[in-house]
Nanobody
């Protein structure tokens, strides 16, 4: 059974930074891609960023482009989300997800496994 464990969330002032981590364990097959999504209260879950595991190509939502950076550490089966210049509208529960087969990176239903989420709160 695959497990994804996020960490690194917390409370930060606007303009500050946080680094989220997502460690994967129990994998049997090769990962195709990993992504970060977020869900704010009363809103639908939305795509934040994704990375192709082998090539390292990255993709971002327009709302975070230039402020967030997704990266991976293959040896540790870990993906990171560096979040800079945080805004109050970035407040949400952040989830990492793993995709095994080829799929659409920005679509949450295309991912196979999900972490439990970590809260990020940005105060104004």
């Amino acid at each position: 059974q695959v497990q994804l464990v996020e960490s690194g969330g917390g409370l930060v002032q606007a303009g500050g930074s946080l680094r989220l981590s997502c460690a994967a364990s129990g994998r049997i097959f090769s990962t195709y891609a990993m992504g970060w999504f977020r869900q704010a209260p009363g809103k639908e879950r939305e795509f934040v960023a994704a990375i192709w595991w082998s090539a390292g190509s990255t993709y971002y939502a327009d709302s975070v482009k230039g402020r967030f950076t997704i990266s991976r550490e293959n040896a540790k089966n870990t993906v990171y989300l560096q979040m800079n210049s945080l805004k109050p509208e970035d407040t949400a529960v952040y989830y990492c997800a793993e995709m095994y087969g080829r799929g659409r990176l920005r679509v949450d239903s295309e991912y196979d496994y999900w972490g439990q989420g970590t809260q990020v709160t940005v105060s104004s």
